[in-house]
Structures are given as structure tokens and as C-alpha cells.
């Protein structure tokens, strides 16, 4: 099929590109690269090196004999869009365009702006540029299981039937999210199945759990096709953290209680899961949704996990926890459902510790790296507006 | 107590400025001045002649002793609007100050993307001004019974108690809105929970159904205060059209079936409950919902009522079913709550008709003016993202 990526220089939207060709999809895509800017803004670096745009293409076409179709643009700019969609006519838009980070949206006013405008506002144009330029298109919008929340009750994959004073319906299940980017997503989340509903787009919503990993099995050995890996404290997700921390003998930091719990997914369940949703679309007008994660565990449990797959390779961590600088609760009931992506036919990675120890041993390859930027490791975001470095609190 | 009003030139700000002054408190405001552009590039007017801003404030100043601080400028520009809240520190924000028409932010991809930037990005601007310059203030957010759609169980206050296997939970209450504008509603209601959340801002969104009438008692007899009345397919709500379409002749346009349920209240009962809501503020870090109408009609009953008083003052009216540019449900069940401002002292206006025949005879003295503008009353913006002109069905 022919595949759009918006956001094809990212952590996920790379490896998709790769992904795809090798199950012989058709690949284009666009990103701005600033994801680039971004982390180095906040004082990270990916770490392991990756290569530039110009590299990468050069590596594709080595490595596949395909020429990329891969432009830098602006998803905000509605002619771009629709511009290349035009001519690329895409079967499936995969939107991995936006900025993706929680603490980078709660710095001030500015980054919280820019981060609702960019995302609310690439999201619609995609959208349009479906309806008038590929109509027939999937969309397969990457959400976040942070749109959700954390309420006492199951969370169902995006509707639920309820009873409210002797009536029933079927109801978009609430979002409660945590931060001005989640809450990005949510807004794009509720324009997405507007638009599903008016105009009989074809619409998947992933709400995706937090991914780590530091590759695929179809990058084989090139190093240039390998894909970023942040650790900051914007752009590092928890376990990527956790991972890059027990290389460098830094403590595994949690936030407050460290009991949190989320969803968690390796880099190649990801590619799978997406795999499984470009490959089986949705009728027309069908806006569906997707719990995208492996398993759920507390943050306490990942970094044991952590401490435990390093320790076997000879690296002793300690864990210990920070003030936490999120507004959160940090001990609650979490039970989402995933039962769409089984029913597809995605097979569940079940060996977490040998994804984290490939991670491990990449990571330590690059030991260097992530000492030089050891500092954006502890944060200072902090969710009422002000910046204080999180200490040390047992 | 010190009310800064959002949007003041338009259809409610303008009159709650001189109801709260009547009441004697101190009003400051900004506008941009584009419902007067909007309404124009639609082909409309106001049905009511209204003074310019130059006006508006000299007849103020005559009318209550006092120079009424109203500025012209843009609440997207965070400099505008924190650089005023620092001047007026204000105890009380109304956010009038938004693009309110569903039909006009359903024209194209621009008109759709420009309504949701402008709302999404000035109530965050809001936000963050009153955390950064008056972290005290209380904001009242205009929202619209529409952002609830119409689901198939009764509309609670924002929040509901729900059971859902076996766990019980106090959740959002499901948004479904009915197009980009209301889309726009919904992600600032999320925003601004959201800010209440971690800011403790004190926050209450008024869930408003539709509001007609053309004066309130405060405006006494000087034309120069009187607000704006549109009947345009944009921004022009129903009972406003219906009314302009009796003083003409033109048969009352009901979309669809007519069977369409709708929240009401008259301009009176607006100004009566944003009053109550400013004088009952919520605690810090409080956000509450209201849903402010009078009572739920039908379209159908609604276009009965104006019939009726229109005959009584010898004005024959015909009713009409057009084919319904909207995507809506056109027959379905709607029982929200409106319990929140009853308890609060709301008395609601038990009089409708003569409400109804005020407007007519206040619409009679302008008639010319509407005849001149009447192509606006028939809609042809349509939810599919064409245009096409509807026609009589029924």
C-alpha cells in the first residue's frame, strides 16, 4: 500500500519507513526535523548517533534500492500538505508528526501555545488534505494512553456503553490528560472523529503506550538506519531514562511514589501494532480506537527490570526517588483494555528483558554520550509553571 | 468587584457591560472588532443599527458617570492580554471573546483552522494571564450547550457518577460537538479543567444554550447602547432569524425534520445568570460547569411560538422545512440539567412571548434593513464541506 509518514525523521517515524518498505509498502513522508532543534534546546542529545537526513536516504536506498520520497516540511502548512498528498495519493497517512513531549508544553505560555497550535493545527490539515486530496485514506493518528488519564474504572479502547439514571448509550469513554501536550492529543483526538462523522472519513486512534527500545530487526546492522534515542528530561521517556541512567551507574529516577503505572511497549511491538492497523483499515466513517501497549506495570517495577537485566551484564544500579515535579496521582487504579490490536493479530512481545538488554548494550556503546549530557537527565519542568531541579527524596 | 470582559463589543459583552456597571462594578474590556467584519463577509447585518466603538463609549460615559476602559486588540497576542490584566488586575475574566459560529467555521479548511487557533490559543492566552498577572481572578468561560451534542441519556453539570463493571467513578462527561466551532468550545473546556487542576485557577464553564433578544431593561431608552441582532445563515441563531424572517414575511426556516432540541434563554436571563456566576465564585483550584438556559423547546415548538405572537401583533407567518445543510440528529432525546444556577437564585424569565414580542416590534422599526440582507436568512454552507443553496422540503 502506499504509506504516508508525517514526522518520518522521528524516534517511531524512521523505523516505520524501514519497517514498511521491508513488508513492501510504498513509503513518502515529511518531516520539519525538529525534533533535532527540540532536544538539543532542552540540553540532550540522541544516544545513540544518528545520521543526518541526507545519510539516511543514501543508507534506504542501499539497503532497499528504493529512493525515499522523505521532504522536509511544515504540517501547519496546508499547502504542503495537500500539495504532496496530491501527488503522492496516499492508501494510508500515519500522523507521527507533532511534538510529543509532556514537560516540553509546561516550560511557559510560549511552549504551550506553540505545542496546542503545531499539534491541533497539523492534525486539521491532515485531515483536510484527506478529504480533498485522497479521500479514500486511512488515517492512523498516534495518540497517547495519557489522553486517558488515570480513573478509577477500566479504561476501554475509546467508547463504553453506560447506564447514567435508567438510560443507556454508547459514549466517547472521557479524557483526563496530564499535561498540555496530552492535552493536544485529546483535542485532536475529538477532530478526528468529527471528522469521521461529517465527512465518512476512515480514522484509527492509537492510544499509545510508552515505547522503548533501541531498534528493529529490519535496520540489520547499519548503524545509519538506526533510529534516535532521547533521555532528557522532555524527550526521554521513563525507560529509555532508566535504561541510559544504569549505563552511566546514574541512580534510576522516580518520581514521587514511583508507583504510577502506565502501559509500556518495545519499539518492535509498535512497528507490529501499526503494521496490523495500516493493513486492516476501517470501513469509511468508522473512527475506531486502539490501546496500543505491551503490558502495564508500575514505574517502580520497570526500573526493578532495569536494575535487574544490568545487573546480569554486570552493571549495579541503585533506584531512588525524586520530588516529583508533575501534578499526578502516583498511586491508582489502572486497568485499560487491549483486546483490538489481539483481535488483529498482534503478538505481544513477551521477553521484556532481552529488548532491554539489546538496549543496554547499545547504550553502552555510547557511554560517552550520555555522560556529557547527564545533567538533562534530573528535571526542573515543573507543572505549576515553575522551574525547580527535582531532589533526592528516599 | 472588577469584571474584565473578553469580546466586549459583541452581542453579550457589549450588554453585560452596562448590566454590571448598573450593578456596580467595575468593567474594563478588549475587542478585536471582527463580528462586525465576519457578519459582513457573510452578507449579513445587524438587524439593529449599533453605534461604533467611539459611540458606544461616549453614550456609556452619559448614561453611568463612568469612562469604560475598552480597548481594541488581539487576546492571540499574549503581550496584549497579560500586559492589561497586570494594568486592571481583575477579580473576574468573562471570555465572550471568541468566533461563535458553527456554519462560518464549517465553510473551508481555513475558516476551520482560523476558528480553532483563535479560540484554542486566546483562552489559553487567558489562562496563562491570569496565572502570570491576576492568579486570583476568577474566570468565567463562555462554553455552549452544544459541546454535549446530543446524546441518548440526560445531560448532567460536567460531571457524572458512572459504574462501569463493577467500579464506580466521578468522570467529564462525554463532549460530542457538532462542528469545528464547537469542536473549538471543547478543547478550551479540557484546557481550562485542566488549568484549574494544577494552577488552582477558579474557573466556572457556562454550558450556554441559545440566547435571543434584542435589549435589557439597563439600556433604558438610548438606542446608542443597544447590542447587535444577527440573522445571517452564520451568525444569526434560530429564534433571531425566526423573528427577522416574521417582521419580513419570509415563511420561519426550520432545518430538517424541526425536530432538533435546544436549550433557550432570553438576552435578559444571560445577563441575569453571568451576574450570579461573578458574584458566586467558585474556591481556588475549583472548576464547575453550568449549563445556563431557560428551558429546552424544539425547533418546531420554538418557530410555534413566534408564529403565535406574530400573529397577535398582525404579522402572518408561514413555517417551512429547508433540507438541513447540518450533519445533526434531527429527532432525538435531550433532558440536561440546568440545576447549578437555580441554586445560585436564578429566576428564569417565565414570559417568552413577551420577550418574543418585544424583539418583533423592535425588528419591525428595522425592517428595511433585513429585507435588504434576506439571501443571508437561507443557509448553504454544509457540513459535507460543500456549498449549495438548501430548499424547501416541507
Redesign the interface.
Known amino acids: 500500500m502506499k504509506v504516508f509518514i508525517a514526522g518520518i525523521d522521528g524516534y517511531l517515524g524512521w523505523p516505520l519507513a524501514i519497517y514498511l518498505s521491508a513488508r513492501g509498502h510504498e513509503v513518502a513522508g515529511a518531516d520539519l526535523l525538529l525534533r533535532r532543534q527540540w532536544v538539543a534546546e532542552v540540553g540532550g542529545v540522541s544516544a545513540l548517533p544518528i545520521a543526518s537526513r541526507e545519510e539516511r536516504l543514501f543508507a534506504f536506498k542501499e539497503a532497499t534500492g528504493v529512493e525515499l520520497d522523505f521532504r522536509v516540511g511544515d504540517l501547519t502548512d ?1 499547502d504542503f500538505v495537500k500539495g504532496f498528498f496530491r501527488e503522492f495519493q496516499p492508501e494510508v497517512v500515519v500522523h507521527l508528526g507533532q511534538m510529543p513531549s509532556a514537560p516540553y508544553s509546561m516550560i511557559d ?2 511552549h ?2 506553540w505545542t ?2 503545531n499539534n ?2 497539523n492534525n ?2 491532515i485531515l ?1 488534505a484527506i ?2 486530496a485522497a479521500p479514500a485514506a486511512h488515517l492512523i493518528k498516534l495518540g497517547t494512553m495519557g489522553e486517558y488519564g488515570t ?4 479504561i ?1 479502547e475509546g467508547f ?1 456503553e ?4 435508567g ?3 454508547r ?8 499535561s ?1 501536550y496530552h ?1 493536544s492529543k ?2 485532536d483526538s ?2 478526528t472523529h ?1 471528522a469521521a ?3 465518512g472519513a476512515r480514522a484509527t486512534d492509537i492510544m499509545q503506550g510508552v515505547v522503548f527500545g533501541t531498534r528493529i530487526a529490519e535496520m540489520g546492522d547499519d548503524s545509519r538506519l538506526r533510529t534516535r534515542l532521547d533521555f532528557d528530561q522532555c524527550f526521554g521517556t521513563a525507560i529509555n531514562r532508566f535504561c541510559c541512567q544504569a549505563v552511566i551507574g546514574h541512580p534510576l529516577s522516580l518520581y514521587g511514589l514511583g508507583k504510577q503505572k502506565r502501559g509500556f511497549l518495545p519499539l518492535a511491538d509498535s512497528m507490529q501494532c501499526l503494521g496490523l492497523a495500516i493493513e486492516n483499515p476501517p470501513d469509511a466513517g468508522e473512527y475506531r480506537v486502539f490501546n496500543q501497549f505491551e503490558n502495564a506495570y508500575s514505574i517502580t517495577e520497570l526500573a526493578c527490570l532495569v536494575k535487574g537485566v544490568a545487573a546480569d551484564i554486570g552493571l549495579p544500579v541503585d533506584i531512588k526517588r525524586y520530588d516529583n515535579p508533575r ?1 499526578e496521582m502516583e498511586d491508582h ?1 489502572y486497568n485499560p483494555d487491549r483486546q483490538h490490536l489481539l483481535d488483529l493479530g498482534y503478538q505481544p512481545t513477551r521477553d521484556i528483558k532481552s529488548v532491554i538488554k539489546a538496549m543496554l548494550l547499545d547504550l553502552l556503546d555510547n557511554r560517552e554520550r550520555i555522560e556529557e549530557h547527564a545533567d538533562a537527565l534530573i528535571p526542573d519542568i515543573r ?3 515553575g522551574r525547580k531541579r527535582s531532589e533526592v527524596i528516599g
Request: charged letters at 20%; aromatic letters at 20%; glycine letters at 4%.
Open positions: 496546508y505560555q510560549a504551550c501555545v496546542q497550535q491541533v493545527i486539521l490539515n483536510w478529504k480533498e480513573p478509577a474504572v477500566d476501554p463504553f453506560v447506564e447514567f439514571r438510560r443507556n448509550d459514549l466517547p469513554f472521557p479524557r483526563q490528560a496530564g498540555w492535552q485529546v483535542h475529538h477532530n468529527f462523522k461529517i465527512w501534578a487504579y507543572w505549576d509553571g
